[in-house]
């Protein structure tokens, strides 16, 4: 089992610019299965302050669980794809009326990406990975529409129980 605490950075469109930046927290844990293949639940929380000149914030919480497969371990690097589900709630700045509110969508969110794990010792390691995230929010004209938006991720992982040889 290990457990990972990262920085994550996402530029996501919106329907009244061409994108805003989220700067946040991505966090996650993985149970191993087999030596290829693992269980991860991934938490992250994105934020921008301020968004788009307004008073209000944008922020993307989401909450995904899925399957990592690992096609390659060396000595100290590890490659991992994953493909994850679960929801995600999106806060931010809606067209209202003319004018502009706050307005907010739960939904079905995935992402599927992959990256790397450096090991440093036997029970730390650098992870650096990249997904295609899909998440919902409200578009010019006020319905609910998908979006997707890549996200990076760099975190420091802690094995519990040691690399294994």
Known sequence: MDASLGYSYMRSTTPLSAGVGFDGVDASLTEAITPRFSVREDCSYLRAPNALGT????????????????????????????????????????????GIGKGYVYDFSWAFGGGYEY???NSTALRVGIDAVHTSFFNASGTIQGRYDIRPVLAVVRYFAGRKR
């Not at 995600?88 to 209202?96: D, Q, R, S």
């Open 119 to 121: 090991w440093f010792s």
């Open 55 to 98: 008073r209000y914030h944008s922020d993307v919480l989401s909450y995904l669980v899925g399957p990592v497969f690992y096609p390659r371990r060396d000595r100290r690097l590890v490659t991992y794809v994953h493909g994850l589900l679960g929801g995600a709630k999106v806060t931010g700045a809606v067209p209202f009326g003319g």
